[in-house]
């Protein structure tokens, strides 16, 4: 399937996404530069990068899930690619094959076909039942290509669920950063000679922890139902495809048997 281009609708939301993040880039900027025009004291403002370092020691294992999140979806968008599952040359050798009835070739091209398809296809056809001409063996062509589906997604699906692993373990790592942040915070009020701006501050250090296990979390688990999804989608068109192929030789099959039947009364 060719992927569809663009349209105006969806460039005008991408550039209207870029205008809202380049606007909440420089805000903080123009905030400054009001504050120093009006004559009162420019707050200094710190790079993203200081405010990490800031963050503390739980802000390390945030940042290896964020690369984690990133290396799970570079591995799952290769490991779901179209040619990996059905690829449509395949499809249609198997169908063309299966419709001229020639089980053996069909077996031999699908098992020379590294996919999920052809694997399938090879694992399955072997139970076609020559001496069934109604059915072909249908049902246990079937049964064969469930138990494969089902040995096979689980290895796709581990790798899949470690993304909502990710989005479940980020924010309580954040979260945990947070408590302990403003734990030391409140141990500095109790002495009773905290400065309110210095407080501030190390609770917003405290929070920074917080915002990082969001920023991980939150691509992690559109990930998870993105390539979910996707590998589900790319299983049953191989499903389709391989029924495809089983009607086709059932209906060689039976041609001959259905053309034989005459409608009662046309009989010449």
Known sequence: MLLKKPTRTRWWLIAGIIAVTAIFMTAPELMAQEAAEGGEEAIPERSLLDKIIAGGGFMIPIGLLSVATITLYVFNALQTTKGKFVPKVLQAQ??????????????????????????????????????????????????????????????????????????????????????????????????????????????????????GGLVVALPSIFGYYLYKNRLNAMVKEAHKSAGDAIDAAIATVNADQQLAKVPEGLAE
Not at 178 to 197: H, Q
């Open 94 to 211: 198997i169908l063309q094959l299966m419709g001229e009835v020639r089980v053996r070739s069909a077996i031999e091209t699908a098992a020379a076909n590294p996919s999920f398809f052809g694997r399938m296809m090879a694992t399955a056809l072997p139970n076609v039942d020559a001496t069934d001409p109604e059915t072909l063996g249908r049902e246990a062509v079937e049964d064969a290509i469930a138990d494969f589906t089902v040995r096979e997604t689980s290895g796709y699906m581990t790798w899949i669920t470690y993304l909502s692993v990710i989005a479940q373990m980020a924010p309580m790592m954040g979260l945990m950063g947070t408590v302990w942040g403003m734990v030391g915070a409140f141990e500095v009020l109790g002495v009773g000679k905290a400065d309110p701006s210095d407080l501030a501050g190390k609770i917003s250090v405290a929070l920074m922890t917080t915002l």
